[in-house]
């Protein structure tokens, strides 16, 4: 168990491309926290480079109270759960769970309770003799979680672990990440692209976009008041309309983009705001309509059995517009 | 599979038949040759063919002539699979390591693969002839007599250098395609998991290359016992005192030279028979066994 802390992280590859630059992260001893942005964002490099896979160009990564940056992975004491699982697979489960414990010479006593340890606390048992490749998508999941376990790690890195399985079991297996985390109460640093799967999953989230931070922050502070346009366009199952202010009755300020979420438009007879309906989305729980308001696209979160009328009416739930500066993106203070 | 429906019954027939005449004509015909001739005996001038049972096989058994060219060939075969595997290894895993420059250094690799067994044994023979050869002069100047001419085991050497150095690229091709099949992240997880370069390549590497590395072993021990013909007869034609004479060109020399016909039928069977050996534990074994 440790702290990781982050001082000017950046890679710059020797052709000259910049992947990753200016990162500053502190994650607490036990904390759980989300690298989350879009493919190539540089969540992936960052992660590879605390792991000690890529190299650190700029800045320095320390675990506990080391720097590590001229450390090899193995002398790191982080674990590490691919996307593909990384499972080698010649080795049966067992084989798989204690073959780093192996390598750092652990006695044969301790390995087979570890191993037995973990294989419970996964249901992995009945499994131990068999080849990855006899296991489903969701025991190579957990025996990739069990091989990070076993080892006992100063903490966890996740490289977009659950983007090979399908819908429901990600949920599953997201629950079980969660709940095993908090009951070794290891520190974890878990990649994904997913926004839905870093709401859930971290104590804080690092929005990453282009290669920098954007905002670090609890879900709800992320959510509720994010920091910049990006963010704000990336988090939340459905993503937020973002207008320009003059679309908006009463509110022309020049040079300004306003961010409402299809959750705080809500339809009444004498909203101020009429949309051109051009379709509707249904979502079973609700429906999505999606339309034009002032020559923007916007959408709107309506219940289940709602008919939309033409042109339809709205209103702005108080207090849920999100001012941003048109030309840099940021948000306005005060809004 | 998937089936093909032909409206007209002779068609296929017709389609197969090219193959068929060639398969019949180049490969049954002969074969069925080889074995009545292992059979018959003949006198020294062809005039009168007589049926003699396993008598040619019986005689094969007895001589010693034959069971050293048994033992020739187990030597020459192993060590000529082990050198050309092991070399290509070593380069397939130097150039795996590459990541820009890899297919420059595949491409040259694969050369020797193109040039023809004689040939290769032409420059295998020009660059140790004991006359006017270069290594026997290289060789000479720290004090060790190159004679492939005199010597059976520098003429070993010779062959087993001549003929695994076209074989190294074919391995290498396939050396290189196993490694990269290998996924990245394998590699960095065992990175993670505290094993170092040498005890990754032993515990993750060599393992997973398994099915590779056995199905390159029959394929070179198949071409170093039957497709070194050109090699031996442009180096050594066997020699000297039989120390290279390998079971296949001992079939020719025996054949052709010796005239002997019924022996030479019945050794060209026995080397059928390894052949349909290896070719039936490589269809098992690849099929079934693929190591993990």
Redesign the interface.
């Known amino acids: 168990m440790a702290r990781i802390t982050l001082n000017g992280v950046g890679k710059v590859y020797p052709g000259g491309t910049r992947a990753v630059g200016g990162v500053d992260l502190d994650v607490a001893d036990g904390e759980f926290v989300v690298l989350v942005g879009p493919s190539g964002c540089g969540k992936s490099t960052l992660l590879r480079m605390i792991?000690?896979?890529e190299t650190i160009t700029e800045g320095t990564v320390s675990i506990g109270d080391r720097v590590v940056n001229d450390i090899?992975?193995?002398g790191r004491d982080?674990?590490?759960v691919?996307?593909?699982y990384?499972l080698?697979?010649?080795m049966s489960v067992r084989q798989n769970l204690a073959?780093?414990l192996k390598?750092?010479r652990t006695p044969a006593a301790e390995i087979a309770r570890r191993v037995d340890e973990a294989a419970r606390m996964l249901e992995l048992a009945p499994y131990l003799d068999r080849?990855p490749?006899q296991l489903s998508g969701g025991q190579r999941q957990r025996v990739a979680m069990g091989?990070a376990i076993v080892?006992e790690p100063a903490a966890f890195l996740f490289d977009e672990p659950l983007s090979n399985l399908d819908a429901k079991l990600r949920g599953v297996m997201r629950w079980e990440i969660k709940t095993l985390q908090r009951r070794l109460a290891t520190t974890a640093i878990y990649v994904t692209h997913d926004q839905v799967e870093a709401m859930t999953l971290g104590d804080r989230l690092v929005v990453l976009n282009g290669g920098r931070v954007e905002q670090i922050g609890t879900p709800l502070e992320v959510y509720r008041r994010p920091a910049s346009v990006f963010v704000a366009g990336f988090i939340g199952s459905t993503p937020m309309n973002l207008v320009r202010s003059d679309v908006l009755p009463g509110l022309a300020r020049p040079g300004t983009t306003v961010g409402i979420r299809p959750e705080d438009l809500v339809p009444s007879p004498d909203g101020a705001l009429s949309m051109q309906v051009s379709g509707i989305e249904e979502l079973g729980v609700s429906r999505l309509v999606h339309g034009v308001i002032g020559g923007e696209r916007v959408s709107v979160v309506v219940p289940p059995d709602f008919q939309p009328s033409e042109p339809l009416r709205l209103s702005v739930r108080p207090g849920a517009m999100h001012l941003f500066d048109a030309a840099t993106g940021l948000r306005r203070e005060g809004s | 599979m998937k089936r093909a429906l032909f409206g007209n019954r002779l068609l296929p027939w017709l389609l197969l038949a090219p193959q068929l005449a060639v398969t019949a004509i180049f490969f049954l015909w002969p074969a069925a040759q080889a074995i009545r001739q292992s059979f018959l005996r003949e006198d020294a001038f062809g005039l009168s063919t007589s049926f003699v049972g396993l008598a040619n096989y019986a005689a094969l058994w007895g001589s010693a002539e034959y069971l050293n060219a048994v033992r020739v060939t187990a030597i020459f075969a192993v060590a000529t699979t082990l050198l050309s595997l092991g070399v290509a290894l070593v380069l397939a895993l130097a150039v795996d390591r590459l990541v820009r420059a890899g297919k420059v250094y595949t491409t040259l690799l694969v050369w020797p693969y193109a040039v023809a067994p004689a040939v290769a044994g032409i420059l295998w023979w020009f660059i140790f002839n004991p006359t006017v050869g270069l290594l026997p002069y290289v060789l000479d100047r720290v004090g060790y007599d190159w004679n492939h001419l005199m010597r059976p085991r520098d003429a070993m050497i010779l062959v087993v250098l001549a003929s695994a150095w076209s074989r190294i690229s074919y391995c290498f091709l396939f050396f290189v395609a196993g490694l990269q099949s290998i996924?990245q992240?394998?590699h960095?997880?065992?990175?993670?998991?505290?094993?170092?370069p040498v005890?990754r390549f032993f515990?993750?590497t060599l393992?997973?290359l398994?099915p590779t590395t056995f199905f390159l072993l029959v394929v070179n021990i198949v071409y170093a016992m039957f497709e070194t013909f050109g090699v031996i007869d442009a180096t050594t034609e066997g020699g000297p005192a039989q120390s290279t004479n390998i079971m296949v060109y001992k079939v020719w020399f025996d054949g052709f030279i010796g005239q002997n016909l019924g022996s030479s039928a019945a050794q060209s069977v026995i080397l059928m028979l390894i052949v349909i050996a290896l070719t039936v534990i490589q269809f098992r074994w690849i099929e079934k066994r693929v190591?993990?």
């Open positions: 792991a000690g896979l090899e992975p193995a982080i674990a590490m691919f996307q593909n990384a080698y697979p010649h073959y780093g390598n750092r080849k490749r091989r080892r | 996924p992240s394998l960095e997880a065992a990175a993670i998991d505290g094993a170092g005890k515990t993750i393992p997973l398994s190591a993990y």
